[in-house]
């Protein structure tokens, strides 16, 4: 060993705590498969269960492939994030976040790490899903434009609620409970226009439907990828989650500090 | 000498409960320090404001000559923690959880990879070395801990209880390790529940109950002040029977010796040296707000 230094040590060249920590959260997903395939299971099962066994049933005025198709991506980023959570409270629980802290580095690095991550992940699940959809019957007519709009709009409300599945990571007292809190949010795409037109819900659902986010995002990729009428819905998708990822880094940040020395 | 830790009059108080109650230490650099003392003595809680994770109630701290509440970036350019639960990712395999910490120590790619091949080698782990962490025993994911926090050499040292849950061979390997740094100069601040750890380690220790330090020094001086020899009485297996301490006068030494005849018990006698079995004992025995139970001796004992 070389002799102990008496000034401390320098801090680390800028981003070479997200390249190690975007690395970490990298390796992790794609050893433990078992998150990919419940994130791309799941939807794929999901469509098919509507295409093909509800599809009949459900007479939404068309083809019911191209309806449902925009709600399913966004069922899959949700059930794709909501793992991040999971994660968080787990670097939480086993103390590696605590030792993270006591170096010199950007400790918060560490949820960049799996928030990058869960981006990447729950977009290649996307790409999957779309590719399932296209070979089940889903008939796009979006331009590359309307199609990369869509895409943009996909990974916004994935980044989102990611963070937004970080926070109550690290909220959450435990791994158990983390799990047990995101699936909560799941819910979200029933009750909206993902699945079945807003029109057909009783009364009182239609108000929740119209004003949670859910719905606002489905019908901007609706209307990109299948050219119905657009409206003012992207501005609304937009607002909403600008709003989820404000309030969930601002809330991430709160709870990342007090939960320090805690376990 | 220069104080390699300087602590004043530290509280810290989690809702009601006043975890630390107003502790001072002193630690001289290049010395195993240890703190010694039961569950819920305040020890982690010591630990967690002097590695910058906790901010003291009112006090203060200085580690390496920085100040733990007002610089504590620069404290933690100076020290390294293996905390008490294992810190380790368990997807990743020995080797790779070296070479990540290296590069967040800030070593290169290359140096990270060699300074890992070096601790692996060090302690033990080659043949583990590319296994996942997950397959490790508690023995090997402690061993990975400890040397995480020796990848770059740290002028301060913070290990919690860093032998719980070894074997016996284990903790005396780790007592080595732990030599050996302390001959490399650096300062190490220790925490252990048990007795022996503590004489065998630390060139000082502070005996820490309920927040407060309730006496400090060598070994050998902790030792000395309780006083004087132990009278053993042991059965025919060389179990225990009795124990009576002395007050180290031979007059007391013949009344111990009375005591035992009068008993009419059998066995052979021997005189010892006290333990810091006994002092903790004698310390703790008089603190009336929350007794040691049974049990916690037990584990103190190890």
Redesign the interface.
């Given at each position: 060993?070389?002799?102990?230094?008496?000034?401390?040590?320098?801090r680390?060249p800028f981003g070479?705590?997200e390249v190690?920590f975007i690395?970490?959260s990298i390796?992790?997903t794609l050893?433990?498969p078992e998150v990919m395939v419940m994130a791309i299971a799941l939807p794929v099962m999901l469509m098919l269960l509507f295409t093909f066994v509800f599809g009949g049933a459900i007479d939404s005025g068309g083809d019911y492939v191209n309806y449902v198709v925009p709600g399913i991506i966004l069922l899959c980023a949700g059930f794709g994030a909501s793992s991040i959570a999971v994660d968080v409270a787990k670097d939480l629980h086993?103390?590696?976040i605590?030792?993270?802290?006591?170096?010199?580095?950007r400790s918060w690095a560490v949820l960049t790490g799996h928030v990058v991550s869960s981006l990447v992940r729950n977009l290649v699940a996307t790409a999957v899903v779309i590719g399932v959809a296209l070979a089940v019957g889903f008939r796009p007519v979006g331009s590359p434009t309307e199609w990369l709009a869509a895409i943009g709009v996909i990974a916004l409300w994935i980044l989102s609620i990611t963070y937004l599945y970080a926070a109550i990571g690290l909220a959450a007292g435990s791994e158990g409970a983390a799990s047990g809190y995101g699936f909560a949010l799941l819910f979200l795409p029933y009750i909206s226009s993902a699945f079945v037109p807003v029109s057909t819900l009783p009364s009182w659902l239609q108000w929740v439907a119209q004003h949670q986010p859910v719905t606002p995002i489905v019908e901007t990729i609706r209307g990109l990828l299948m050219h119905t009428p657009l409206g003012n819905e992207p501005l609304y998708a937009v607002i909403w989650c600008a709003v989820i990822l404000l309030i969930a880094v601002a809330w991430g940040t709160i709870m990342f500090r007090r939960k320090?020395?805690r376990? | 000498m220069t104080r390699a830790i300087d602590v004043r009059e530290l509280r810290k108080s989690f809702g009601r409960t006043e975890v630390l109650a107003g502790i001072d230490i002193a630690v001289e650099a290049g010395t195993i320090f240890a703190l010694l003392g039961p569950n819920g003595a305040g020890k982690t809680?010591l630990i967690?404001i002097l590695?910058?994770?906790?901010k003291p109630d009112s006090g203060t701290a200085t580690v390496?000559g920085?100040d733990v509440a007002t610089q504590p970036?620069?404290?933690?350019?100076?020290?390294?923690?293996?905390?008490?639960?294992?810190?380790?990712?368990e997807?990743?395999t020995g080797e790779?959880n070296l070479r990540?910490m290296g590069?967040?120590?800030?070593l290169g790619r290359v140096a990270a990879a060699s300074r890992g091949r070096e601790l692996i080698a060090q302690f033990g782990l080659e043949d583990a070395a590319r296994k996942?962490v997950k397959t490790y025993s508690g023995g090997m994911r402690r061993r990975l801990d400890i040397a995480?926090s020796l990848i770059?050499?740290?002028?301060v040292l913070f290990l919690d209880e860093p032998t719980t849950g070894l074997d016996p061979r284990s903790r005396l390997e780790l007592w080595d390790v732990i030599r050996a740094l302390k001959s490399?100069?650096?300062t190490v601040l220790l925490t252990t529940q048990y007795l022996e750890e503590a004489d065998q380690l630390a060139d000082h220790i502070a005996m820490i109950n309920e927040g407060r330090v309730i006496v400090e020094g060598s070994p050998a001086a902790l030792k000395a002040a309780t006083g004087g020899e132990v009278v053993e009485l042991r059965g025919p297996d060389d179990e225990l029977v009795r124990e009576i301490p002395t007050d180290g006068t031979i007059a007391g030494l013949r009344r111990a010796l009375d005591e035992l005849d009068d008993s009419g018990e059998r066995g052979s006698v021997t005189v010892r040296k006290p333990s810091l079995d006994d002092v903790f004992l004698t310390l703790t025995a008089g603190t009336p707000v929350r007794e040691l139970t049974a049990p916690e001796l037990i584990d103190a004992k190890g």
């Amino acid at each position: 060993m070389t002799a102990l230094s008496t000034t401390p040590r320098p801090r680390l060249p800028f981003g070479t705590e997200e390249v190690q920590f975007i690395k970490r959260s990298i390796i992790f997903t794609l050893r433990t498969p078992e998150v990919m395939v419940m994130a791309i299971a799941l939807p794929v099962m999901l469509m098919l269960l509507f295409t093909f066994v509800f599809g009949g049933a459900i007479d939404s005025g068309g083809d019911y492939v191209n309806y449902v198709v925009p709600g399913i991506i966004l069922l899959c980023a949700g059930f794709g994030a909501s793992s991040i959570a999971v994660d968080v409270a787990k670097d939480l629980h086993t103390g590696i976040i605590e030792r993270f802290r006591t170096m010199r580095i950007r400790s918060w690095a560490v949820l960049t790490g799996h928030v990058v991550s869960s981006l990447v992940r729950n977009l290649v699940a996307t790409a999957v899903v779309i590719g399932v959809a296209l070979a089940v019957g889903f008939r796009p007519v979006g331009s590359p434009t309307e199609w990369l709009a869509a895409i943009g709009v996909i990974a916004l409300w994935i980044l989102s609620i990611t963070y937004l599945y970080a926070a109550i990571g690290l909220a959450a007292g435990s791994e158990g409970a983390a799990s047990g809190y995101g699936f909560a949010l799941l819910f979200l795409p029933y009750i909206s226009s993902a699945f079945v037109p807003v029109s057909t819900l009783p009364s009182w659902l239609q108000w929740v439907a119209q004003h949670q986010p859910v719905t606002p995002i489905v019908e901007t990729i609706r209307g990109l990828l299948m050219h119905t009428p657009l409206g003012n819905e992207p501005l609304y998708a937009v607002i909403w989650c600008a709003v989820i990822l404000l309030i969930a880094v601002a809330w991430g940040t709160i709870m990342f500090r007090r939960k320090a020395g805690r376990r | 000498m220069t104080r390699a830790i300087d602590v004043r009059e530290l509280r810290k108080s989690f809702g009601r409960t006043e975890v630390l109650a107003g502790i001072d230490i002193a630690v001289e650099a290049g010395t195993i320090f240890a703190l010694l003392g039961p569950n819920g003595a305040g020890k982690t809680t010591l630990i967690n404001i002097l590695s910058t994770l906790v901010k003291p109630d009112s006090g203060t701290a200085t580690v390496a000559g920085f100040d733990v509440a007002t610089q504590p970036d620069l404290v933690r350019g100076m020290i390294a923690l293996t905390g008490q639960s294992a810190a380790v990712d368990e997807v990743f395999t020995g080797e790779e959880n070296l070479r990540m910490m290296g590069r967040l120590f800030g070593l290169g790619r290359v140096a990270a990879a060699s300074r890992g091949r070096e601790l692996i080698a060090q302690f033990g782990l080659e043949d583990a070395a590319r296994k996942r962490v997950k397959t490790y025993s508690g023995g090997m994911r402690r061993r990975l801990d400890i040397a995480l926090s020796l990848i770059v050499p740290s002028p301060v040292l913070f290990l919690d209880e860093p032998t719980t849950g070894l074997d016996p061979r284990s903790r005396l390997e780790l007592w080595d390790v732990i030599r050996a740094l302390k001959s490399d100069g650096t300062t190490v601040l220790l925490t252990t529940q048990y007795l022996e750890e503590a004489d065998q380690l630390a060139d000082h220790i502070a005996m820490i109950n309920e927040g407060r330090v309730i006496v400090e020094g060598s070994p050998a001086a902790l030792k000395a002040a309780t006083g004087g020899e132990v009278v053993e009485l042991r059965g025919p297996d060389d179990e225990l029977v009795r124990e009576i301490p002395t007050d180290g006068t031979i007059a007391g030494l013949r009344r111990a010796l009375d005591e035992l005849d009068d008993s009419g018990e059998r066995g052979s006698v021997t005189v010892r040296k006290p333990s810091l079995d006994d002092v903790f004992l004698t310390l703790t025995a008089g603190t009336p707000v929350r007794e040691l139970t049974a049990p916690e001796l037990i584990d103190a004992k190890g």
